[in-house]
């Protein structure tokens, strides 16, 4: 059942900001890729909430790319495979293969603007 509010506790990560050279490109991307829902923000900023509304975020031009892990975000997914598949084919890329944080089901990528992040899928 979906929460209709993100749950809210001392300590959460609710927000990321996301650097963009391309700020729709990148909204198509992550919606794309992972179905991020895209609203606007009351002050006309573009931002989006992650699949579980749990995460709130927005892209902005001002940041430099994060293109070396410093603080690693990773992503939830159901299917790790297709999830590559589509960030290839949506003109991300691959830069940390599945298999090397072995036993645990990870890999990074990076996005359209080289962000890297980290991708994970709980165990069956």
């Not at 927005?58 to 960030?87: A, F």
């Not at 990870?106 to 992040?117: E, I, K, L, Q, Y």
Request: glycine content about 10%.
């Amino acid at each position: 059942m979906e929460s209709k509010h993100p749950t809210l506790a001392n300590g959460k990560i609710c927000y990321v900001e996301i650097p963009a050279g391309d700020i729709p490109a990148s909204v198509v991307f992550y919606q794309k890729v992972f179905g991020w829902k895209i609203r606007k923000r009351g002050d006309g900023q573009i931002a989006f909430d992650d699949a579980a509304n749990e995460v709130s975020g927005s892209w902005v031009q001002s940041r430099k790319h994060s293109t070396e892990p410093g603080i690693l975000v990773y992503i939830m997914v159901n299917d790790i495979q297709k999830t590559i598949k589509d960030i290839e084919t949506s003109g991300g890329k691959i830069v940390q293969q599945v298999g090397a944080d072995a036993p645990e089901i990870t890999a990074r990528f990076s996005d359209p603007f080289g962000n890297v992040f980290g991708l994970y899928q709980e165990p069956a």
